[in-house]
T-cell receptor, first 114, second 112 residues
Framework: NAGVMQNPRHLVRRRGQEARLRCSPM?????VYWYRQLPEEGLKFMVYLQKENIIDESGMPKERFSAEFPKEGPSILRIQQVVRGDSAAYFCASSASGGVTEAFFGQGTRLTVV | KNEVEQSPQNLTAQEGEFITINCSYSVGISALHWLQQHPGGGIVSLFM???GKKKHGRLIATINIQEKHSSLHITASHPRDSAVYIC??????????????FGKGTHLIIQP
């Protein structure tokens, strides 16, 4: 049973390009969380999704950022027109259900905007 | 808004020492997680607890709900324990989904 898989592990984008980050949850998990870790800062919640639904996106910037978790395939975090301030590590976690359950984290995607 | 404070921010110790990392939070929670992150690496969940104490190998986590405080202890510390240890809380949500609120982490270095 593979863990939470994120790809790519490292992503370099020029300012203005789009970044797509993928997260495949653990087998049997239908709840996905995205978190961002800025340099020298703690992790911050971005968005919580279940299959085909965004449950809570209160941590997502209002512009340029979007997330989806389709019926088939991985969850995608998309950042349009990236800026240098988007450079960070983006982590995905999955759980079997919401609420008080163990959450398993992926290895993260380190985005660098040049 | 729940604030999560960790102390110390940085800790350097000698191999074999007993390590304690503290976490305090401001409002009621349903669970608290201790996470480990190695430099450039992913995040590993060490413990999830809502009361009492849990032990796994050389790691012990305790929580005092009344005092809104948790501690992570490492016995017989080893250089491979060097990592960032992160406390995260899951607060009660009003029916919507919730994510975790994280402390800024404790940078632990164990010297041989």
């Amino acid at each position: 049973n593979a863990g939470v898989m994120q790809n790519p592990r490292h992503l370099v984008r020029r300012r203005g390009q789009e970044a797509r980050l993928r997260c495949s949850p653990m087998k049997g998990h239908s709840h996905v969380y995205w978190y961002r870790q800025l340099p020298e800062e703690g992790l911050k919640f971005m968005v919580y999704l279940q299959k085909e639904n965004i449950i809570d996106e209160s941590g997502m910037p209002k512009e340029r950022f979007s997330a989806e978790f389709p019926k088939e395939g991985p969850s995608i975090l998309r950042i349009q027109q990236v800026v240098r301030g988007d450079s960070a590590a983006y982590f995905c976690a999955s759980s079997a259900s919401g609420g008080v359950t163990e959450a398993f984290f992926g290895q993260g995607t380190r985005l660098t905007v040049v | 808004k729940n604030e999560v404070e960790q102390s110390p921010q940085n800790l350097t110790a000698q191999e074999g020492e007993f390590i304690t990392i503290n976490c305090s939070y401001s409002v009621g929670i349903s669970a608290l997680h201790w996470l480990q992150q190695h430099p450039g690496g992913g995040i590993v969940s060490l413990f999830m607890l809502s009361s009492g104490k849990k032990k796994h190998g050389r790691l012990i986590a305790t929580i005092n709900i009344q005092e809104k405080h948790s501690s992570l202890h490492i016995t017989a510390s080893h250089p491979r324990d060097s990592a960032v240890y992160i406390c995260a809380v899951r607060h009660y949500s009003g029916g919507g989904a919730d994510g975790l609120t994280f402390g800024k982490g404790t940078h632990l270095i164990i010297q041989p």
